[in-house]
């Protein structure tokens, strides 16, 4: 399970090695796409990670937050309201040179681009999956309480009264 605080960026670990589909191209030519959907509205979030470091026993996604514009490509989203999502992971393969940009690396999970190139990445298809709880920052909360200094008296509570 993912764990992460609203308006603030947050680390994805997770083992894409061992259901890793495009095993013909090196770890450097695969990035992965998350789409993030959220369990009460059903809203849908997508990005690549800002940096991703593969390993052999997880990989590590990096996803910023960013309030007034969200890009896909860049890793800055945001990602509101607090709450539970579930997360999918989707690895797209490059066999040329990997830009992940607009018309060079698809938008979603069902996004062909074309004409086809070495340059263009392709959705090899789902690898792992899971949920994220995304919490509300402190201070943010929609409900907030206010903690009272203890009495220094002794209270006693009468019945009846």
Not at 16 to 42: C, G, M, P, Y
Not at 68 to 91: C, D, L, M, V
Not at 93 to 104: C, D, E, F, K, R
């Amino acid at each position: 399970m993912i764990q992460a605080i609203t308006e603030t960026g947050f680390n994805i670990f997770v083992q894409t090695e061992d259901n890793r589909i495009n095993t013909s191209v090196a770890s450097t030519q695969i990035r992965h796409l998350v789409k993030f959907t959220n369990d009460l509205d059903k809203s849908v979030y997508y990005s690549y990670g800002v940096t991703e470091t593969i390993k052999d026993r997880f990989t590590k996604i990096s996803i910023n937050y960013d309030a007034t514009s969200q890009n896909i490509y860049t890793g800055e989203t945001k990602i509101f309201p607090a709450g539970y999502y579930k997360y999918e992971i989707y690895e797209v393969s490059w066999i040329g040179t990997v830009t992940v940009s607009l018309g060079n690396a698809p938008a979603t999970e069902n996004d062909v681009l074309s004409p086809a190139a070495d340059t263009k990445g392709v959705v090899q298809g789902l690898v792992t999956k899971g949920k994220m709880n995304l919490s509300e920052k402190d201070g943010t909360q929609q409900v907030q309480y206010t903690q009272r200094e203890a009495p220094t008296e002794t209270n006693y509570i009468y019945y009846g009264q």
